[in-house]
């Protein structure tokens, strides 16, 4: 499994485009990239997931460049909501027959400020 | 459509007891992973379950097992609870379409005192 590193921790201000970057030098080519939100006492939840280029949703974008040995996530226009840990993960995608398994680091805990 | 639900929110037991955790996955959902997270750390992989049968095994001891029912819900026991088993438990769900995304429930508090 890809070793993901990513920052401690951020403050950004309300209203503020937010990017966290995520190093994985050792992602494999059938490697994944997710990220999870995770409030205090509650589960992690889905953000986003991508293989290459970008993916966009209506919570966040994924930029991924060419080597695919970084990622980074921006959540535009940030509110005191988003204040939580992100987590990247690496990793196969899920291809059923119980086989896949997320592996967490530390998280980036986003602090953001009124 | 109800997410994966996790019963009971918060629970206390003493060092020595044993205790069960369960799980019930997404709906179309037929595997499910039990994971530990600890106060101010992410969460850590425990086991995996598909087919009612133990597919994956994280660096957990023995104390800790499983079991998947016929209609994919889960239960976690831990047995011979240590001070350091006090942490926010977590059940995580898959399969199915969209088989690339995998839930959490919100979780079972445990203190151990």
């Known amino acids: 499994l890809a070793k993901t590193t990513q920052p401690i921790s951020m403050d950004s201000y309300e209203g503020q485009e937010v990017n966290i970057t995520c190093s994985h030098n050792?992602?494999?080519?059938?490697?994944?990239i997710t990220w999870y939100q995770q409030f205090p006492s509650q589960g992690p939840r889905f953000i986003i997931q991508?293989?290459?280029t970008k993916v966009t949703n209506e919570v966040a974008s994924l930029f991924i460049p060419a080597d695919r040995k970084s990622s980074t996530l921006s959540l535009p226009r940030v509110s005191l909501s988003d204040t939580a840990v992100y987590y990247c993960l690496v990793g196969e995608r899920y291809s059923g027959a119980g086989s896949y398994q997320l592996t967490f680091g530390k998280g980036t805990k986003l602090s953001v400020i009124p | 459509d109800a997410g994966v639900t996790q019963s009971p929110t918060h629970l206390i037991k003493t060092r020595g007891q044993q205790v069960t955790l369960r799980c019930s996955p997404k709906s179309g959902h037929d595997t499910v992973s039990w994971y530990q997270q600890a106060l101010g750390q992410g969460p850590q992989f425990i086991f995996q379950y598909y087919e009612e049968e133990e597919r994956q095994r994280g660096n957990f001891p023995d104390r800790f097992s499983g079991h998947q029912f016929p209609n994919y819900s889960s239960e976690l026991n831990v047995n011979a609870l240590l001070l350091g088993d006090s942490a926010l438990y977590l059940c995580?769900?898959?399969?199915?379409?969209?088989?690339?995304?995998?839930?959490f429930g919100e979780g079972s508090w445990l203190t151990v005192v």
């Open positions: 995580a769900s898959s399969g199915g379409t969209g088989a690339n995304t995998i839930y």
């Open positions: 050792n992602i494999a080519t059938n490697d994944y």
């Open positions: 991508g293989y290459k």
